[in-house]
């Protein structure tokens, strides 16, 4: 089983302020995601022009998959995903097929 990238791009629904979209983030990957077997970390970033990004990282495709499925009915994750404009919402899935990570000897040379 490869370890494996989730990217989630999508648009706040109206009237949802930043604030309040990070406050129900943070909740959902403290009483849901973190919970989950296989989940590793995840990112969550905004651009200049209001699109959302977040990059989560799996052990494999399979946990990912399971992630999805109990996503979608657990009642922690109905505020968080009330916070989504649903229509803008895409997620792709990779396979990790290379990493790198700058080590401290690397910054040094």
């Not at 919970?35 to 990282?57: C, N």
Request: charge should be negative.
């Amino acid at each position: 089983m490869a370890k494996t990238i989730e990217i989630v791009t999508f648009r706040l629904a109206d009237g949802v302020s930043d604030e309040a979209f990070i406050a129900e983030t943070k909740t959902m990957e403290r009483d849901f995601l973190g919970k989950l077997p296989g989940f590793i970390d995840r990112d969550t970033g905004k651009s200049a022009e209001g699109g959302w990004i977040v990059v989560l990282h799996w052990a494999s495709a399979e946990d990912a998959q399971a992630s999805m499925n109990k996503f979608v009915d657990a009642p922690g994750t109905k505020a968080f995903t009330a916070c989504i404009d649903m229509s803008t919402f895409q997620m792709v899935r990779y396979r990790l097929e290379d990493f790198y990570k700058l080590s401290t000897d690397d910054a040094a040379a």
